[in-house]
Nanobody, 126 residues
Framework: QVQLVESGGGLVQAGGSLRLSCATS????????MGWFRRAPGKEREFVAA????????IYGDSLKGRFTISRENAKNMVYLQMNSLKPEDTAVYYC???????????????????WGQGTQVTVSS
């Protein structure tokens, strides 16, 4: 059974930083890539970043590259999202997701992700 558990969310002032973690367990050998998505109040779920399981490739949502960094720690089956220079508009529930589809060109597509964590709240105050 696959499990994804996010942690690291919280309340931070604008300009601050947070690092989200995603612990993966279970049948991870089938994973092609890992992604982070977010959903702000009243908005649709938005792609944040993805990393191929080997860690060799990364991709970011529009305007997030340079502030956000996704990384993997293979030995611990962990995925991280380092978020710097946070803005109030970054406030959202952040979700970790696992992709078995195997298409890097579709890594931004939430429908290619097979497993999801429960989410962690990030609130950025102005």
């Amino acid at each position: 059974q696959v499990q994804l558990v996010e942690s690291g969310g919280g309340l931070v002032q604008a300009g601050g930083s947070l690092r989200l973690s995603c612990a993966t367990s279970g049948r991870t050998a089938s994973f092609f890539a890992m992604g982070w998505f977010r959903r702000a109040p009243g908005k649709e779920r938005e792609f944040v970043a993805a990393i191929v399981w080997s860690g060799a490739l990364t991709i970011y949502g529009d305007s997030l590259k340079g502030r956000f960094t996704i990384s993997r720690e293979n030995a611990k089956n962990m995925v991280y999202l380092q978020m710097n220079s946070l803005k109030p508009e970054d406030t959202a529930v952040y979700y970790c997701a696992a992709n078995e589809a195997g298409s890097w060109s579709r890594a931004r597509n939430e429908y290619d992700y097979n497993y999801w964590g429960q989410g962690t709240q990030v609130t950025v105050s102005s």
